[in-house]
């Protein structure tokens, strides 16, 4: 059912890294428009005045999830082993996206793709197409398909990969003008996003032209950044009087406010000051992190350092695209116990405000977009949820529930199709 509505039922909504409001008996307004236009309790409202439809739910209401680091073309990609990043790239990832210049394949696999965020519950994603134009062209109209609201771009690389994947830097920039045009000025759903690979895969003059297209555009910026430490070697022989990773990005102008760097786990003070006076934010992918062996992320540093963060799958070095599984790994990875809020918030209030999107989406809040799903948790809920609190919910939810739990899914206030 597509907006209007209201929605009666246990709702839960992040606030903040410790913080989320629990409303056992939730009533939620969405207007028209699709915004949520009340929050609070069932009885705040008096459903028998109100013209709107109303659903009444058991099951947990929640905001969308936000995944902050995605490929879409590396979603058959899942779990081939590696040695390290750089061997993994050459071996199976690099191969999956030459073949995307095949426009059937790229269309099969972005449908597929983005049905699958759906139905794992993430309503927003900020996502990495391959460097083609024309399969750029076709995930964004697979994504208005299925109305989800994202952010991507067309992989930038002029170099040290295979020269199908490889365009020039005025050729790039012509195409990201014209995927501009189409999509980003013209859906308000959709968004494009300058897109470097890395700094071992693109010169200096292209990483600039990056950071003036994004500049020039207001756009955002996704990258990886001291992912693994044969990256970052083969970055130090490239650009040998850089300085640091972060450094480099920072002098070529890629660092600003609307930056989300990938991984970023191997790291020191200087790197983390510089990403906090530059005003960056953080993708962290546990999932990946893990499959690729390519460490553990310094999880409390970014936090004294008041970076933003998002929780990202990165698929395909990420196994899944179940923010779920992925707010599990985040606290698996840290090897010791995590409070359940944290990663909850990362997947969405967290993600929203590292995309600069915390206004529009990422909580259950009036006046945010109805980006809502509904999760059952059986564990909790159906013994009834009276004296049940907002950790214990939280708790069930990041550590138990299973992933193919997800039961409705909007964005905008539109209901979307699960498969
Ligand atoms: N670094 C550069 N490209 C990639 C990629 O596709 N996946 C991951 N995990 N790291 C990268
Ligand atoms: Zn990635």
């Known amino acids: 059912m597509d907006a209007p509505f209201i929605l009666l039922g246990p709702l839960l909504s992040p606030s903040g890294m410790d913080a989320a409001d629990w409303l056992p008996d939730g009533a939620l ?5 699709g915004r949520i236009v009340h929050v609070g309790h069932a009885a705040s409202i008096a459903t028998t005045m ?3 439809p109303v659903i009444r739910t058991n099951d947990l209401i ?7 680091h995605v490929h879409a073309p590396q979603l058959d990609c899942r779990g081939r082993h590696g040695a390290d990043l750089l061997q993994w790239l050459d071996s199976y990832i690099y191969p999956a996206e030459q073949r995307f210049s ?16 759906v139905s794992a519950g993430t309503t927003t994603a900020l996502v990495f197409a391959t460097s083609h134009e024309h399969a750029t062209h076709i995930a964004f109209a697979e994504a208005e398909k299925c109305g989800m609201r994202i952010i991507m771009g067309s992989m930038l690389m002029d170099r ?8 020039d830097r005025c050729s790039a920039e012509a195409a990201m003008g014209r995927l501009i045009e189409r999509w980003h000025l013209a859906t308000p759903l959709l968004r494009f996003a300058v897109s470097p690979r890395f700094a071992p895969a693109c010169t200096l003059e292209m990483l600039r032209m990056a950071a003036d297209t994004a500049r020039r555009h207001d756009l955002h910026i996704q990258t990886h950044c001291n992912e693994a430490l044969s990256e970052i070697s083969l970055m130090q022989q490239l650009f040998p009087h850089s300085g640091s990773y972060t450094q480099l990005y920072h002098s070529a102008g890629l660092l600003g406010t609307k930056t989300i760097l990938g991984h970023n786990i191997h790291t020191d003070q200087a790197q983390l000051r510089l990403l906090t006076e530059s005003g960056a934010a953080v993708a962290h992918c546990p999932d990946s992190n893990l499959f690729l062996g390519s460490g553990r992320f310094p ?8 970076l933003r963060i998002g929780l990202g799958s990165d698929v395909g070095a990420g196994t899944t695209v179940h923010m779920l599984s992925i707010m599990r790994s985040m606290a698996h ?30 909580s259950l809040t009036a006046g945010k977009s109805a980006d809502i799903i509904i999760m059952h948790i059986d564990n909790l809920l159906c013994h009834g949820s009276g004296d049940v609190g907002v950790v214990d919910v939280a708790s069930a939810l990041v550590y138990t529930t299973p992933e193919e739990r997800v039961r409705r899914v909007w964005v905008a206030g539109k209901e979307l199709t699960i498969r």
């Open 62 to 68: 929640l905001p969308g999830f936000i995944d902050t």
């Open 50 to 52: 109100s013209p709107y």
């Open 333 to 362: 990875a840290q090897g010791k116990s995590l409070h359940p809020l944290l990663p909850l918030y990362c997947a969405t209030l967290g993600g929203a405000t590292a995309l600069g999107l915390e206004h529009e989406t990422g």
């Open 160 to 167: 040290n990969a295979p020269a199908e994947l490889c365009v």
């Open 102 to 117: 095949d426009e059937i394949l790229a269309a099969d696999v972005s449908r597929r793709f983005f049905a699958s965020l």
């Open 299 to 306: 999880l409390d540093e970014h936090l004294q350092a008041g």
């Open 29 to 33: 307004v969405v207007d028209e428009a």
